[in-house]
């Protein structure tokens, strides 16, 4: 699992209206109606705590998750306190969701319920429904899925539960095994990617695909940090492109708690 840098989600708070409406194009939905159209709670108050912990504190990180909460509609706020001190402080205050994050889990918790969200199972989520929203279906169409890791498994096991066609592509010779052992159907040669028209990049090394790499009518969508594509295979993919450090994985991670 990459560790963000801070200068990689330093514009989110600025952008994240237009990031919204980019994926309201593409996808036909926005943060709240991404994962299904279940009714949310009229107002929620969220507290994101920084976490010390470990490599500490990222740059922006829990100013990010609040900007995006707040494109949601809901009352966000970053806590005085860190740690345990800041879980304190939120209850204090009678926050119905807290967000936190240490270098091993980035988590969503609901004071009231206790359901709880971890970031790679919401980030597979929400990049398959974008995937759904954006190919208008996914049970007839046949996917590629780049990368074999913690998200990778994730995604594979929600494309397989919407009746997609996976197939998937890790260069790693122990995965290979694993997916071989498993039957999960895979490609071997990477030059076979441009073979498919929707793709699932959830490799975490960044610049490996250049554009004759790709479909030419490709529809990817990237939860991997960071970004696969290099700059003029991404130019040549806007409009048919999702790729974001944090948004969809916190819209879904609220979705799954409240
Ligand atoms: O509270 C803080 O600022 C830090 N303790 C946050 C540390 C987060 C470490 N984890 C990551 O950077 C990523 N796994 C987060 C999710 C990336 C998007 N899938």
């Given at each position: 699992m990459t560790r963000l840098k801070s200068e990689w989600i330093a514009d989110i708070g600025n952008t994240i209206e237009e990031c919204q409406e980019y994926l309201k194009k593409v996808t036909g939905r926005d943060f709240r109606t991404l994962v299904g159209n279940e009714k949310w709670p009229d107002n929620l108050k969220i507290a994101v705590i920084p976490i010390t912990q470990g490599e500490g504190i990222i740059g922006n990180f829990a100013e990010s998750v609040v900007a995006i909460v707040k494109a949601m509609g809901f009352n966000a706020y970053v806590t005085n306190d860190s740690d345990v001190a800041g879980i304190y402080e939120a209850s204090l205050k009678n926050a119905d969701v807290i967000f936190i994050a240490d270098d091993k889990r980035f988590i969503a918790i609901n004071m009231k319920n206790g359901k709880i969200a971890d970031n790679n199972v919401a980030t597979?989520?929400?990049?398959?429904?974008?995937?759904?929203g954006g190919a208008d279906g996914i049970s007839d169409k046949k996917i590629l899925l780049l990368g074999y890791g913690k998200v990778g498994k994730e995604i594979y096991k929600e494309l397989i539960s919407k009746g997609g066609t996976v197939t998937v592509y890790d260069e790693d010779q122990i995965k290979q095994k694993e997916m071989f052992e498993t039957g999960v159907e895979m490609i071997e040669n990477p030059n076979q990617i441009k073979d498919f028209?929707?793709?699932?990049?959830?490799?975490?090394?960044?610049n490996w695909i250049n554009e004759d790499m790709i479909n030419r009518d490709v529809f990817i969508v990237s939860p991997g940090v960071p970004l696969s594509l290099s700059q003029n295979a991404y130019e040549k993919c806007r409009g048919r492109i999702i790729h974001d450090y944090l948004?969809?994985?916190v819209a879904t991670m609220l979705r799954m708690v409240v």
């Open positions: 597979a989520i929400g990049y398959v429904n974008a995937l759904e028209k929707y793709l699932i990049d959830a490799t975490n090394t960044g948004q969809i994985g």
